[in-house]
């Protein structure tokens, strides 16, 4: 079993930046993918972000690009992810997630694990 919790959001206003951690315990997380998906209210839950096992490749969705980084410490067990250029049609919240791939840790259905989430609100 994996424990992920995250931590880092917050109240920001346009065009600030916010930095979410997501620490993991219970298992190392260089066996895993780790990724983020965000729910906003009354939208589905969407991945936007995520990292292979060693930090090689990368995944981020078109509307995040360039604005999002995603990153991670094995050593730490801990992922982050460095949030710049935030708009309003960020406000969600954050999810960290778990699995054995990219591709399983980017589909909603196939996450292993998941983390209780974090509110990120991005004011006007």
């Known amino acids: 079993q994996v424990q992920l919790v995250e931590s880092g959001g917050g109240l920001v206003q346009a065009g600030g930046s916010l930095r979410l951690s997501c620490a993991a315990s219970g298992r190392t997380i260089s066996n895993y993918a780790m990724g983020w998906f965000r729910q906003a209210p009354g939208k589905e839950r969407e991945s936007v972000v995520a990292?292979?096992?060693?930090?090689?490749?990368?995944y981020y969705t078109s509307s995040v690009k360039g604005r999002f980084t995603i990153s991670r410490d094995n050593a730490k067990n801990t992922v982050y992810l460095q949030m710049n250029s935030l708009k309003p049609e960020d406000t969600a919240l954050y999810y960290c997630?778990?699995?054995?791939?990219?591709?399983?840790?980017?589909?909603?259905?196939?996450?292993?694990?998941w983390g209780q989430g974090t509110q990120v609100t991005v004011s006007s």
């Open positions: 990292i292979n096992r060693n930090g090689g490749s990368t």
């Open positions: 997630a778990a699995s054995t791939s990219v591709e399983r840790v980017t589909s909603q259905g196939r996450v292993d694990y």
